[in-house]
């Protein structure tokens, strides 16, 4: 199972060793998110699946968690932006001791990245770079099809160049925070499947001036890690992704050396804002399924 977050849901998946979704579910999250209420979520929703969806308990591989939070400590403590009750949390150990099947975590923007490598655009992939654009600006690093996690899990944290978030950047923050300033009432990122970039100017001039400010750090990655493709994904809806890669993959882009060495291609992910809950999904397959395989 795959379980990931925004600020204001938690979305449940039921999913097959292939990235098929099963079944899946929004929870409304409360003010004050509480471990033991998550838990309790996450409990009941594996109870009410398993038998409807014909998968025995002893087949049950476990639950794999998708935290929007960078680490602060070898991937079990996170920097608690939008959870502040989980500050100074041990979370494998907080998980663990709630859920009676075993507990994967890692940050969202490397959950995607793996979902993309299992299920998506990455698929064909052995060397790539994502870029995931949720609250903050993010991503994962996939080299030889496996995860490349750094020392505390937080490689592919490519938000650095935009530390300030009071100011105009990248980040699915600023797109929700820009479009409200405009009246357009869009409380989270599902409520963007309602906007079409072709009859939104706001949507649209967002979208330029995003991708302005990507091209830079975007050319830094291709140049850095020499990667086959850099996709980009995230909380945004397929169709908007779609309509915003051609702004990012402008004259701009490796503009210097292009003529002289290889661009790595720059695609849309193909699993949208589903990537993180199938990457959260198949870290529970990820050492005795893929580690097995040879590609």
Not at 11 to 19: P, Q, R, S
Not at 74 to 79: A, D, F, I, L, V
Not at 138 to 163: S, T, V
């Amino acid at each position: 199972m795959g379980v990931t977050f925004t600020g204001s849901y938690m979305e449940i998946a039921l999913v097959d060793w292939t990235g098929g979704i099963k079944v899946s579910e929004s929870v409304k999250l409360q003010s004050q998110h509480s471990l033991d209420a998550l838990c309790q979520s996450i409990s009941s929703f594996i109870e009410q699946q398993l038998k409807p969806n014909s998968v025995a308990r002893r087949k049950f591989c476990g639950v794999g968690i998708s935290i929007p939070s960078d680490f602060t400590y070898e991937r079990r403590k996170m920097n608690a932006v939008y959870f502040p009750e989980l500050e100074d949390v041990d979370l494998l150990s907080a998980f663990s001791s709630r859920l009676d099947f075993p507990v994967y975590i890692e940050n969202d923007g490397t959950c995607a990245a793996w979902g993309e490598s299992v299920a998506g655009a990455g698929n064909s992939f052995d060397h790539f770079v994502f870029v995931h654009i949720g609250h903050g600006i993010g991503g994962g690093i996939i080299i030889d099809r496996r995860i490349y996690r750094g020392r505390n899990g937080n490689a592919g944290a490519f938000g650095a160049p935009f530390p300030h978030l009071e100011k105009s950047r990248p980040s699915g923050a600023d797109l929700l925070k820009t479009l409200n300033s405009q009246n357009i009432a869009i409380d989270d990122f599902a409520d963007l499947r309602t906007l079409s970039v072709d009859s939104c100017e706001p949507l649209k001039t967002w979208l330029q001036t995003a991708a302005s400010q990507l091209v830079q750090p975007l050319t830094v990655l291709a140049r850095a890690l020499d990667p086959q493709a850099i996709i980009i994904g995230g909380r945004l809806p397929l169709d908007i992704l779609q309509a915003w890669l051609p702004y990012i993959n402008s004259d701009d882009f490796c503009q210097f050396d292009k003529h002289k060495l290889p661009v790595p291609e720059l695609i849309a992910s193909k699993l949208g804002d589903l990537g993180g809950v199938v990457g959260a999904s198949q870290l529970c397959f990820e050492h005795s399924i893929f580690a097995k395989q040879t590609f």
